[in-house]
């Protein structure tokens, strides 16, 4: 059973590479969508550069899903080895990743609320002007049209993956 756990954090692991691969690819032209939006809105495409808002794979949009796949690695290694802190680890990080994934999930849902109240926390008079869900929408147009499936693809199998592993490293 640790095998299947492993092979499930191993999974895990690409889905949330997935991420940054994806932004690294086409977050150049979803910048540039967003830009040209804004631009359609009298809002300086500027604004963006200035907040230190991104499309692409820097900062964060990198370093967190490298680090949930490094920790998803190291724990499914220790999984095949047979270490009997794997199962610990398991419990501990599979469960992390679970709710991880449930908080971007809801990110994703509730976006053009949580980006107008983040514009506006910045203080920013003209980001606070911008009219987010068609801003949003053009970035996401600049996206091809299977990201959406892939999102769907990695959303389950970072559920099922990480539901597994945890139900693998618990039955005898």
């Known amino acids: 059973m640790n095998t299947l756990a492993a092979v499930m954090q191993l999974l895990v692991a ?9 932004r690294h690819r086409y977050g150049p032209a979803a910048k540039a969508a967003a830009e040209a939006e804004l631009r359609r809105q009298n809002v300086r495409p500027q604004v963006l550069e200035e907040n230190k808002l991104r499309f692409d794979a820097g900062g964060h949009e990198t370093a967190a899903p490298a680090t949930v796949a490094a920790i998803m690695i190291v724990t499914a290694a220790l999984n095949i080895a047979g270490v009997d802190l794997a199962q610990l680890l398991t419990w501990i990080f599979s469960s992390a990743v679970l709710l991880m994934n449930a908080g971007i999930v809801y990110s994703n849902l509730t976006a053009v609320k949580s980006v107008e109240a983040a514009f506006r926390r910045k203080g920013d008079p003209e980001l606070a002007r911008v009219e987010v869900a068609p801003f949003l929408k053009a970035a996401e147009k600049a996206f091809p049209t299977w990201v959406q499936a892939q999102t769907y693809v990695r959303n389950t199998i970072v559920f099922a993956g990480s539901t597994i592993a945890l139900i693998a490293v618990t039955l005898p």
């Not at 690409?14 to 994806?22: C, T």
């Open 14 to 22: 690409v889905a949330f590479v997935s991420i940054p691969v994806v």
